[in-house]
């Protein structure tokens, strides 16, 4: 079992920035590969970053140049650094981590970008 528990979330104004952290615990030597997903109102959730233990990282286009995921694994930590937010970014951000063809997620945390 792993465990996820998203910080950092809150509301900011556009243009502004916010770090995302997600410090992982339980069983998680082997973790393939961490993410940041995000679902609005009303929407479904969706991808944002992810990040493997090699540290090859794929983002959605929509984020790219604005959005940077890292992790630490001697910490046992991921993050997600957020520039130039816009009102679009609104949503509830969850970490998510792959190990052993399984998957978990942490409860979420607030992002709001007021214009």
């Known amino acids: 079992q792993v465990q996820l528990v998203e910080s950092g979330g809150g509301l900011v104004q556009a243009g502004g920035s916010l770090r995302l952290s997600c410090a992982a615990s339980g069983i998680i030597f082997s973790i393939n590969m961490m993410g940041w997903y995000r679902q609005a109102p009303g929407k479904q959730r969706k991808m944002v970053t992810t990040i493997t233990s090699g540290g090859r990282t794929n983002s959605v286009d929509s984020v790219k140049g604005r959005f940077t995921i890292s992790r630490d694994d001697a910490k046992n930590m991921a993050y997600l650094q957020m520039n130039s937010l816009k009102p679009e970014d609104t949503a509830v951000y969850y970490c998510?981590?792959?190990?052993?063809?399984?998957?978990?997620w942490g409860q979420g945390t607030q992002v709001t970008v007021s214009s």
């Open positions: 998510y981590a792959f190990r052993n063809g399984r998957g978990y």
